[in-house]
């Protein structure tokens, strides 16, 4: 079946703009997650779904970051007032939410802030 | 913190010679424990994982790893390299009581020349 889909695949920004990055999760994953893999931080968790439940937003960098998820399905990663820091390539994963699992990652937006 | 170290950032190998790439992981309780492959321009993928029974797990391509909770380690082994298997390569945690997000290591970017 289809993985873990994202876009925009890239996304150049300029400083000060809001942007927004779509993850559409494997169909029936109920888990879905957002990282970020920067040249400097390596790969760190943002934010975490799992079904209905209030979003575990611990990794969130700001209050600039923010994330949302429509229908248990659909999420979108928003970035408000970017800054030249926050490029990075900003990664999706799913899993199924039943417990001990594995996550499925997407191919990644790559985000630039000029 | 709890916190997730690969030891080599860079390795260059000659194809046929053996592979062992080092993880260790900062936290005393049940964990979960991955390695995930970046091909070239390609997303994560799942190479291996561990969750309880046989510390000694087999994954795709030849690959396994060996969980020594004392060490608390998970380095991964492969007898033999092949040109194909040059990638960046994560070792990832999750660790039970910081929910179920993974924490990365820094990767290591293996070479294989032919």
């Known amino acids: 079946g289809a993985g873990v889909s994202q876009s925009p695949s890239n996304k150049v920004t300029e400083k000060g703009k809001d942007v927004e990055l779509r993850c559409d999760p494997i169909?029936?994953?109920?888990?879905l997650y957002w990282y970020r893999q920067s040249l400097g931080q390596g790969l760190e968790f943002l934010i975490y779904f799992q079904g209905n439940s209030a979003p575990d937003k611990s990794g969130l960098p700001s209050d600039r970051f923010s994330a949302e998820r429509t229908g248990g399905s659909v999420s979108t990663l928003t970035i408000q007032r970017t800054q030249q820091e926050d490029s990075a390539v900003y990664l999706c994963a799913s899993s199924a939410g039943t417990g001990q699992e594995t996550q499925y990652f997407g191919p990644g937006t790559r985000l630039l802030v000029l | 913190a709890q916190s997730v170290s690969q030891h080599n950032h860079h390795v260059i190998l000659s194809e046929a010679a053996s592979l062992e790439l080092g993880c260790n992981y900062s936290y005393g309780g049940t964990v979960n424990l991955f390695w995930y492959v970046q091909y070239p321009g390609q997303h994560l993928q799942l190479l291996l994982k561990y969750f309880s029974g046989d510390p000694l797990v087999k994954g795709i391509k030849g690959f396994e790893a060996e969980f020594i909770k004392s060490k608390f380690s998970f380095n991964l082994r492969k007898p033999s390299v092949q040109w194909s298997d040059t990638a960046e390569y994560f070792c990832?945690?999750?660790?039970?009581?910081?929910?179920?997000?993974?924490?990365f290591g820094g990767g290591t970017r293996l070479m294989v020349k032919p």
């Open positions: 990832a945690v999750n660790m039970g009581n910081a929910g179920n997000m993974l924490t």
């Open positions: 169909s029936g994953h109920t888990a």
